[in-house]
């Protein structure tokens, strides 16, 4: 302020959303973490077993977060999601060697010989190791298309995968070290309590929907059948986007004058009209304006184009998309200016996709200028008035009013003057000159010659400048002809051709369907030979993308019959794990639908999250059906399947409510700031977890019974 610059630090601040996001979210997190530790002693009903399977989550998270912090990564909105959705997955590590520990000291103090308790620890842990392991790399695996996308999607989810993947890792380290030193620490054969109350009732239900299925087999399957191609089937129908709209409160005003050449200071008048307008709305903070961009930068624009940056009070009690709305009827007040309003990230990410603030971009390919122009105005003729689109527009490239100045060479040549002379002239005269520099203080000033406002701002008196030369001062009118022309004031091109652009946004309608009604719509037109069409933007990344993930889900469902075949010493229990992953997606497409979520990234996230729970859960039990003939010489029968069902029901439990618990703050905080992909994938999970813990509950012990029976026999050597 010294030097008479004011600086106003809350204009232009996207750091104010992402404080937000970070809050919400911990807030989230540390609500989730009380719910936890309450459902594992309501399971356990034993404070040493819950605190030890407790512990593991912040040794994991803590593990992970070293991890992440080595890698150059932060802890950010989508790395602490990513941390939410493995709770399941770090307390079940936990707990199944815990169980398996109090189960075999149990066993163990009933010997008349009792092995020594570290012994009988460590046994009991390598026991489960195997599956754990197999099943840790499954979830891994399901991961990892997300991991390595390059779409901008993958860029988001990226960090949500990769947190996931190390807190998993961690997990197992932490289920294989720390939790068997803890357990010999702190637990003996007096902590392994029997079956009270409502888990007994909890085992009893879980016999009777075993044996219902069993008796109603074909039924049950049939049923499965049908829901889950309903599901699958229902899933193209399901509005889908490219990316949330993230409810950040700030607003990206972009305004353009319909004809180039409007200054600098008629823009700055019209903006503050602009900006008293927005300040009126009660629930904004503050409203500022940038007109142009600097000719020599990157990213070039005349005063004919501003941009305001508004945010919203962040106490405001109104929906954003109404804000939005109001921002747009600002914006018809004023006719010959071009308004397009955008959230700042939405702004950006559209800009990095398509070269323009909107969804989708049409360009418009040609040679001749006037002819795009004309296929332009065809395009957004025959898109007006479809349902969804929104913010249509066509900036044509009109021509820039200009004064084109023509030398007289014989003129120039009679008075002693070259081109350069006149050039000089002109450019000191109207853009400056630095002729030396001077000091204010301790700093260095450039001085610069130039004509005074009044001078440059007329441009009738353009014609009696004076050119200096050796035989005296020359006006400019006595050498050169002057007229006024119009030039573009810029002519875009990709790949070496030039375009038009149609733009608009996309609002209460799949983003899909809205463009393929438009692309139907432009198929439909006669445009002038020599023209082709291309749509850019949200659309054509998404179609990418889902290409992509498409392509590496199968190299990752490869890799996990690859793991399952080496997990199953019975190959048919292979396909019973495959088999069983689509019937989760019922209760998941059922909360997508249920709530309108839409087919979004948080959504397609949570699906797989889903498909990696399920997962974990089934091979978990099959390998304990395996061990139990195989290890213990049970008999495959009806009585080893509710045994095996029965001894898993609590981890599998356990693992669905942690995992409930953890993400309900952000399933029931969706509309918070920063939880625009959380909240989505949050329901989502839920929705899938209830179905597809339902099925390895109920469901695979009976198909494991039907179909991979098999007498014991002895593990292999």
């Known amino acids: 302020e ?37 459902i594992l002693y309501l399971f356990l009903r034993d404070w040493r077993s819950a605190f030890i399977t407790f512990l593991a989550i912040p040794l994991s998270l803590l593990a992970a977060t070293v991890v992440l912090d080595r890698m150059g990564q932060s802890l950010n909105t989508m790395t602490l999601g990513g941390f939410a959705v493995a709770l399941g997955v770090l307390v079940d590590d936990a707990i199944i060697g815990i169980e398996n520990v109090l189960r075999r000291l149990s066993e163990n103090a009933k010997l008349a010989d009792p092995r020594p308790r570290l012994s009988v620890i460590r046994d009991a842990t390598l026991e489960v190791r195997g599956p754990v392991v197999y099943a840790t790399l499954v979830v891994i695996a399901v991961f990892l298309p997300q991991l390595f996308s390059t779409s901008v999607q993958g860029h988001f989810v990226g960090p949500l995968a990769l947190a996931f993947i190390l807190a998993v890792l961690a997990s197992l380290g932490v289920a294989l070290t720390a939790a068997p030193a803890l357990s010999a620490l702190m637990l003996n054969a007096r902590d392994a309590h029997a079956d009270f109350g409502w888990i007994l009732r909890l085992k009893d239900w879980q016999r009777r929907g075993i044996e219902g299925a069993r008796k109603n087999f074909r039924l049950v399957l049939i049923a499965l059948g049908i829901l889950t191609v309903v599901a699958i089937a229902v899933l193209p129908f399901l509005q889908s986007t490219f990316m949330p709209d993230f409810r950040e409160g700030h607003f990206v005003m972009q305004v353009d004058a319909s004809t180039p050449g409007m200054s600098l200071e008629e823009m700055a008048a019209v903006g503050r009209r602009i900006s008293a307008e927005i300040l009126a709305l009660p629930y904004i903070a503050t409203a500022s304006q940038q007109i142009g961009r600097a ?32 921002l747009r009827e600002i914006g018809s007040h004023y006719p010959g ?11 950006r990410i559209d800009e990095s996709l398509t070269g323009a603030t909107a969804d989708i971009s049409v360009k418009i390919f040609g040679d001749q200028l006037d002819t795009l122009d004309s296929a332009a105005h065809q395009i957004v003729g025959a898109l007006g008035g479809t349902e969804g689109i929104t913010d249509l527009q066509f900036k044509p490239q009109s021509g820039t009013p200009t004064l084109a100045i023509q030398l007289d060479a014989a003129a120039l040549a009679a008075n002693g003057l070259k081109a350069g002379d006149v050039l000089d002239a002109v450019q000191s005269d109207y853009a400056g000159a630095t002729v030396g520099q001077t000091y204010a203080g301790v700093r260095a000033v450039n001085v610069v010659l130039l004509l005074p406002p009044g001078g440059r701002d007329r441009p009738e008196l353009l014609s009696s400048l004076l050119i200096a030369g050796p035989l005296g001062p020359v006006p400019l009118a006595q050498v050169a002809r002057i007229t006024p022309t119009d030039t573009r004031y810029t002519v875009t091109h990709d790949g070496g051709q030039r375009f038009d652009a149609v733009t608009f946004n996309v609002s209460g309608r799949s983003l899909q369907a809205t ?23 949200e659309a054509a990344a998404q179609e990418a993308a889902q290409l992509q993930m498409l392509l590496y889900t199968g190299f990752a469902l490869i890799l996990i019959g690859l793991i399952l075949f080496v997990c199953f010493r019975w190959r048919v229990h292979t396909w019973l794990v495959l088999v069983n992953l689509p019937f989760s997606l019922i209760g998941s497409v059922a909360a997508i639908a249920a709530t309108g979520v ?88 839920l929705g899938g977890l209830v179905s597809s813990t339902l099925l390895n509950l109920v469901v695979l012990p009976a198909l494991a019974e039907r179909f991979g029976g098999r007498k014991g026999r002895a593990p292999d050597a």
């Open 515 to 537: 463009v393929n009604e438009a692309k139907d719509r432009v198929a439909a037109l006669k445009l002038p030979a020599g023209v082709y069409v291309e749509f850019t933007g």
């Open 295 to 326: 000719e020599m930068g990157e990213d070039t624009s005349g005063p004919h184009q501003s941009e305001f940056h508004i945010e919203m009070k962040p106490d405001a009690q109104v929906d954003q998309k109404e804000a939005e709305d109001a």
């Open 2 to 38: 010294a030097q008479g610059v004011k600086i106003y630090p809350a204009l232009h601040r996207p750091a104010n959303f992402i404080e937000q996001a970070l809050n919400s979210l911990e807030q989230s997190l540390v609500i989730a973490a009380i719910l936890i530790l309450a």
């Open 598 to 685: 839409g087919l979004s990234l948080g959504a397609t996230v949570g699906l797989v999250t889903v498909f990696g729970v399920s997962a974990r859960n089934a091979i978990l039990l099959l390998a304990h059906y395996e061990h139990l003939v195989d290890n213990e010489g049970a008999d495959w029968s009806a009585v080893t399947v509710l045994r095996g069902a029965q001894e898993r029901l609590i981890p599998i439990l356990m693992t669905a409510a942690v995992t409930a618990l953890g993400l309900m703050p952000l399933a029931l905080g969706m509309n918070r700031p920063g939880q625009e992909i959380e909240g989505p994938m949050a329901v989502t999970v």
């Open 337 to 347: 200016l071009q308004i397009d309003v955008r959230t700042f990230l939405g702004d």
